[in-house]
C-alpha cells in the first residue's frame, strides 16, 4: 500500500504484526465486536464472546448470527492461522448445531449483561427482537453453522484443507489482515481469502436476474414454485386473506414464501412448494387454539393443523395449515377462522 500526496511526496507502508506493536489477541477481539463488517467484510449481530462449549472443553472466540439466523463461530489468532484449527472450527458448529432457541436466547441474555454486550443493546432489547429486526423475513434460527477464521495468514497444510472444506460445502471462511504503520499511525486491512471473492459478471443481460422472484414474485410462486392445481388454490387462499383489512398484503417478493405483514412484523407467511402450501401464522395465543376445531371449521382434515409453541426454530408462537388441491377447504371459514387466531376479530 502507498501513502501518496502532492508532488513526489510517495511512501510504502510498513507491514508489521499486531505483536510487535504490542496487541493481543483481546484487542483483535474488541476491534470486531465493535465494528464486525469493517474486519469481517459481512455484518452479523454478536450474542458472544469467549462462549463455553461444555463438551469440548473450550471456548469460541467470537459466537454471532447472520442475516439467515445462522450460527457462525469466530475463531481469532492474532498471529498466523496454524493446523488443528480447521478441527476446532468444525467441532463449534457440530455442537452449536443442536442449541435451539432457548439456548441461543439464553447465551444472548448473558452476553448482553456483559460490558461488551451492554454497548451494542439496550437493557430491554430481546433476542426475537434482534432477529426479528436484523433477519430476513424468512430465517429459520440456526438452520446451518459457519466458520470464519481470522488471522494474519494461514500455514499452507492449512489452507488446502481448509479450500477442500470449503469446496465440498462446509461453510468457512478465512479472514487474512496485516496491520500497516504510517509514523504513528496504525491500519488494519482485511481480506477474505477462503472462498476465494466471485468475480463480477459482467457478460449477462441486464434483462435477466439470478432472483426472479424479486422481479415478478407472483409469477415465481404461481407458475415456478406450484403446480397448476396448487396455484389456483394459492390464488383462492390469499384472495381470502386480502379481505383482513389489518393486514398489507399480499406481498409476492420473497423466494420460499407470500407474506401478510401488519406494519414492520409478518404474521402470515404462505410457504409454497409444487404440490401443497403452508399457512403460518405467528404471534398467536396457543393455549386458547384447538388443532382440531380448526379443521373442522376449515373443512379439512385433523392432520392439516398443527398448534405451536415455537414456529420453525423462531421463538414465536404459531398455527401451521397445510392446503393442498386435493381439500375442499371452505375460504369464508379461513378468513374468521385467521382473523380469530391472531386475535383480530371485530366487534
Known sequence: MLRVGDKEDVSTLETVS????????DDLREWIINSPESILGEDFRL???????????????LLAIDRDANVVAIELKRGAL??????????YAAYTSHWDYSKLRDQFEKFKSTSWGRTLYEEETTFTEVLDEFCNEDYTLNQDQRIVFVG?????????????????????????????????????DAEQTI????????????????????EDGQSWHLNERSNEQTADLLEDVTAALQELEFLNGPEWGQKHYVAFNKGRKRRIAIRTKRTLFHIDLFDVNTESLDAAEIADVLGIDTESVAVKEDMRGSGR???????????????????SQAREILGETTE
Open 152 to 188: 494474519e495468514s494461514v500455514r499452507e497444510r492449512l489452507d488446502i484443507v481448509l479450500r477442500w472444506l470449503s469446496d465440498r460445502s462446509i461453510d468457512i471462511s478465512v479472514i487474512e489482515f496485516q496491520l500497516l504503520k504510517d509514523d504513528d499511525r496504525l491500519y488494519l
Open 47 to 61: 450474542v458472544g464472546r469467549e462462549v463455553s462449549v461444555m463438551q469440548i472443553g473450550d471456548g469460541i472466540d
Open 317 to 335: 408462537s404459531g398455527v401451521r395449515i397445510t392446503c393442498n388441491p386435493n381439500q375442499e377447504i371452505d375460504f369464508d371459514a379461513l378468513e
Open 82 to 91: 496454524k493446523p488443528k484449527v480447521d478441527f476446532q472450527g468444525l467441532k
Open 18 to 25: 499486531l505483536k510487535d506493536e504490542g496487541f493481543r489477541e
Open 195 to 214: 472462498p476465494t471473492p466471485e468475480h463480477t459478471v459482467t457478460d449477462v443481460s441486464p434483462d435477466t436476474s439470478d432472483e426472479p422472484w424479486k
